[in-house]
């Protein structure tokens, strides 16, 4: 390997038969191979020059490579300066899975071994990058969006694009809010909010967005980080407060903390310590006058 090549390759959280893949390379070269899984790479920078199946492409930073699982394919630099990528590898029966859930029946297909799509791309970024994000939530709608995206405006489409129904937003709104306020210690997803109201995951992504205007992970960010507030104020110790809000751990409540406060829970926790208590100050108070 050489030196100067970066690569690394992690699965995601919240889908564990999905591989992620991060890599810079100026001189390695794929042999022809397969996958059984489906591959998406996003090239970021430079260009990559790949054969998939009969087709030989250039690939430069911006367009996304897609090969179907079990497709012949290889790869090499497409300039001087080599490639860089982000991709994934899901497996068909995920696939499978979105797709029937916008609407489809069967394993999407693609036919167009490149695509250029600046959207796309950017929910791909961002899906790629949301899967080392501690809030899991954000993770797996950022992938699921990113998904159907390639699915429904890319994919041999073969079936009916799913019903949106948005007339009972604001009802089922209040469904995710009982869920969440009981449930904000353990593991919140998608698919938890869907059952709650018999609605696919996509469903939910667009009640919140309709409803309050915000992504189902940032509103459970901040429902933990007044759960955490409180506890905090009550005298429990912060890595408590962070488990007991359903934060990671205390590490994951300081980050969100400093980002939505501008401090952290100790500076927060040390402010509410100071303060005088109630009777105190209504003595103070009632002494000037």
Not at 70 to 85: L, M, P, S
Not at 230 to 236: A, C, F, K, N, P
Not at 255 to 270: D, E, I, L, N, V
Request: aromatic letters at 8%; charged letters at 25%.
């Amino acid at each position: 390997m050489d030196a100067t090549e970066t690569r690394k390759y992690w699965r995601h959280p919240c889908f564990p038969d999905l591989g992620l893949f991060k890599a810079r390379f100026t001189q390695h070269r794929y042999e022809l191979h397969t996958h059984p899984t489906y591959v998406i790479a996003l090239i970021t920078s430079g260009c990559e020059r790949i054969r998939i199946g009969r087709h030989s492409i250039v690939a430069p930073a911006g367009t996304i490579a897609v090969v179907n699982p079990e497709v012949w394919h290889d790869g090499e630099q497409g300039a001087d300066e080599g490639w860089a990528y982000r991709t994934f590898y899901p497996s068909v029966p995920l696939m499978t899975a979105i797709a029937r859930e916008v609407g489809g029946a069967d394993a999407p297909v693609f036919s167009r071994p490149i695509i250029e799509d600046s959207d796309l791309a950017a929910a791909l970024a961002t899906a790629h990058e949301g899967s080392t994000s501690r809030d899991a939530t954000k993770g797996e709608a950022s992938l699921l969006v990113a998904l159907r995206h390639l699915i429904v405006r890319h994919g041999d489409w073969s079936g009916r694009t799913e019903e949106i129904d948005s007339s009972g937003s604001r009802q089922r709104f209040s469904l995710y809010e009982d869920l969440v306020e009981s449930e904000l210690g353990s593991q919140l997803d998608l698919q938890r909010l869907a059952d709650a109201a018999r609605v696919t995951r996509f469903q939910v992504i667009r009640d919140f967005k309709k409803a309050i205007g915000l992504t189902p992970a940032a509103y459970i960010r901040d429902r933990r980080l007044r759960r955490a507030s409180s506890l905090i104020e009550q005298g429990l110790g912060l890595a408590d407060a962070a488990i007991a809000a359903g934060f990671a751990d205390q590490s994951h409540l300081s980050r969100s903390f400093r980002a939505t406060r501008g401090m952290t829970p100790g500076m927060y926790r040390r402010g509410g310590l100071s303060a005088p208590k109630g009777d105190a100050c209504a003595r103070k108070f009632a002494a000037r006058w």
